[in-house]
């Protein structure tokens, strides 16, 4: 890969190619940003190379960053080699961000001699570890070059006969302990596995909360490096290969890391399909490892007594393996699919494998969700103190954070959480601690008045439970708990219980185990239906949606267990009061209405990532309005605005390739303005029409039209059928409608891209396609329209969300009340709508430029675009270049001359 140094700002930028300079300005913007410790929102339009900026800008500063530590402590390592020996050290201090700090002894006014003594052994020890850290480093280096050299031999050596045979064996029995669907254990021993152990709360016992048991001596120091996260993982493989195609390429520690369902090789346990049963198999094998290693020679004997045979652990969690895995990981770029091939290989878990390579990695790869959810965050290993996180694809971070920490739990899950908690006591209440019992009637007693509130009764099937109410109610977290008569119940405590006892996890055990099989005992007279109803407790028959820690999965299958979702509701109540509300949501049968956590301010899971680390980078095609992430987001998180840097770079394209216009009127005058009590109205469907059979004789190639609506597009199609507006259309174009289904989406698109591309070629009257689409549907995000496929794109209307929504009211409400009104400008609730809108429109318009050659016209059809308020929330390089045409002549004429012109280019 040809390695072009480029100089910006002062800084060498190595590049793969000549860089535009809008990537020379991004590159230079955030090298200071990073520098100087700030929170940066970039905005670099699709198409304008913003991955590559991102790779060559980030890991140049991160080259002078490491490249200057190591100045430094070899400077200090000078002045302070002497000092290990004969305790003088002259030059030598703390490093500078400690300076002067009030702990130092200094300031605490200690005689003289103490202060000195404190102060060389400070330097010592200082030495010392710096140290330490060289030699750990060199050692580290050699056994990635050692790999890097010797890539055909790095296992063979390793895989030892005698291994292999163990794997087998240990394979083999995880195999046929998974098949018989159970565990020899507890065929042994009689559900050992599955009874809660001895609770004590954290109070009772006096430990500190939250440490966790995990394996630990993998763990090394965790060196500054820069976490990536994108949307999807496509979008994260897509990164890893500009990195690979990089002058950072070859010698960039990079990991990538992904969820068990993504990375686990075992067979037996990834057939196991679900997020959830993946996950709890293998940290049960994990747990039944750790316990074989610390049965003591006393604990020896109660064990044979018990008859426990060992319990299977994953031949892929081996030390030695785990550590060469690390090593291949950290010695060459990976993406996910090449890290688990390079586990099978190996014959070690990729998953660990990734998580191992964290401290050393400078450059690690993740789905949003890894990083913005806290719990999983730190059940990946991840830290988070005085690195730098870059958040691409950001322009939906805000809902993608409410999202992550809202939570939904069905009646029906209510329900079943609720049966299988009860059979489970009968099932085991000899045996249950006196604590145990306690803490699961709390919870029959919660599950009992979460499906009263909702006006069910959880003695009956769920699903034949007619509702007498029905609509939304919305509820402050603390009215809620009155109204359900839980407000007596500790709910910290019954949290911290599920977590620490893993009462969903026995739960789901006992229900793999029994099935349907099981009906409560005590109500089997009053259960009518309920054997139906039991049959939807069979693992794989549960549809609950996925835990906010997978939710990063897209399609992932779900989880199998209620209660995990109700432990996640508990948890939404317990770490959220002012910031969030309950939507009690009933609809017909108890089974569809639901219990839903809403979270009004992201804020507050959003400030301990720019509090610990040192820098954030928000990036994406169209940030824009950026008001959002500063007010809503980074101002509500506590950061200062000077704090706050925004970039947003032009386009690569020159200035006569787009052009953007706003009219407001059509060719019979009719004024443009689709406002939810005027878009009905036959004369605007008709002026709708006669616009887009004008713009279909002028256009060459693909027109992509974006409604506001599934059902205001299909009213509009509707009328233009009746009215013969269809047929007029269809001698310029063929029509295209976005489909309802995910699945139809590629087979559209195919047969439109093919279409477009037989007209470009017969050169008939047809000249192209006409693609109706929807914002926020399947086509407006992720879908390039490049070249022919999207020569214009037009926006009907504008896409206001729904005000009526509770949901939306009371966020608006919310941000009224917390936020302050700048002078001139909308309420802030007002403000979200507009931006709501504007961020959907931007989405959709900027699919049709995707780079440097390509060229496209933008019509925007609504007279309220042509407000100064709503142009200010354009992405900057449309906002520069639109006009506002009042009328449709003027307008149609310079469309005209704009695709005649372009005509030659294409
Ligand atoms: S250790 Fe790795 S390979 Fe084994 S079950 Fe867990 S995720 Fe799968």
Redesign the pocket.
Known sequence: MADETQEAGGVHFPFPFSPYAIQKDFMAALYQVLEAGKIGIFESPTGTGKSLSLICGALSWLRDFEQKKRQEEERLLEAGAPSSSDGVAPALGPPSSCRGSPGTPEATGEPDWITQFVQKKEERDLVDRLKEEQVRRKKREERLQQIRHNAKLRFAAKRMRQEDEETERLLRLSSEMLAAGTEPEQAASGEEELVLAEYESDEEKGVPSGVDMDEDDLDEEHVTKIYYCSRTHSQLAQFVHEVQKSPFGQDTRLVSLGS?QN????GD??KLGSVQLIND??VE??RSKHERKSITEEEEPTRRRRRQEPRAT?P??SHERLQLLRDEVLAGVKDVEQLVALGKEARA?P??GGRFAIPAAQLVVLPYQMLLHAPTRQAAGIRLQGQVVVIDEAHNLIDTITNIHSMEVRGSQLCQAHSQLLQYTERYRKRLKAKNLMYIKQLLYLLEKFVAVLGGNIKQNPNTQNLSQAGTELKTINDFLFQSEIDNINLFKVRRYCEKSKISRKLLGFTERYGAVLVPSMEQPKLSGFQDFLQSLQPGATAAPATPAEAGEDLSPRPASPLMRVEGFLEALTTANQDGRVILSRQGSLSQSSLKFLLLNPAVHFAQVVKECRAVIIAGGTMQPVSDFREQLLAGAGVEADRVVEFSCGHVIPPDHILPLIICSGPSNQMLDFTYQKRGLPQMMDETGRILCNLCNVVPGGVVCFFPSYEYQHQVCAHWEKSGLLARLTIRKRIFQEPKKANRVEQVLLEYSRCIKHCGQARGTETGALLLSVVGGKMSEGINFSDDLGRCVVMVGMPYPNIMSPELQEKMAYLDQTLPRAPGQARPGKALVENLCMKAVNQSIGRAIRHQKDFASIVLLDQRYASPAIQAKLPAWIRDRVEVKATFGPAFAALRKFHREKAGLS
């Open positions: 068990r990375l686990c090789v075992n346990v990834r198999r293998c094998m994990q994953c892929f969690y878990c998953y660990y």
